[in-house]
């Protein structure tokens, strides 16, 4: 296993902290904004909406630049209640946690 790869980006002038860990044929991938996070297909939806958190799903990535690009595909209750919805970028989904 490699060691995970931690980085940051700029959306409307707020910090988003990303992390990529490369696990084989997949990669596991995580974008924390100030409320909430969006987070790759590895990761489970059900245990996010179970803690309460603000979570969206995007499936299918192997990088960040594809997190942000591809659309949301699964989101908590508490994303939905920010706007959020299935379908939108996962980088819209982002600015929607700002």
Same mark, same amino acid.
């Given at each position: 296993?490699?060691t &995970?790869?931690?980085?940051?980006? %700029?959306?409307n002038? =707020?910090?988003?902290v990303t992390?990529?860990?490369?696990?084989g &044929?997949?990669?596991l +991938?995580?974008? %924390?904004? &100030?409320?909430?996070?969006?987070?790759?297909g590895? /990761?489970? +939806?059900?245990?996010?909406?179970?803690?309460?958190? =603000?979570?969206?799903v @995007?499936?299918?990535?192997? =990088?960040?630049?594809?997190? /942000?690009?591809?659309? @949301?595909?699964?989101? =908590?209750?508490?994303?939905?209640?920010?706007? +959020?919805t299935?379908?939108?970028?996962g980088r819209?989904?982002?600015?929607?946690?700002?």
């Amino acid at each position: 296993m490699n060691t &995970p790869v931690r980085g940051e980006l %700029v959306i409307n002038n =707020t910090n988003i902290v990303t992390f990529l860990v490369e696990l084989g &044929p997949a990669n596991l +991938i995580l974008a %924390v904004a &100030p409320r909430g996070f969006l987070m790759c297909g590895y /990761l489970d +939806i059900s245990v996010a909406e179970k803690l309460q958190n =603000t979570a969206c799903v @995007v499936s299918g990535v192997q =990088t960040v630049d594809e997190l /942000l690009s591809k659309p @949301v595909v699964k989101l =908590t209750s508490r994303a939905q209640q920010l706007g +959020i919805t299935a379908g939108i970028s996962g980088r819209a989904a982002l600015e929607k946690m700002i």
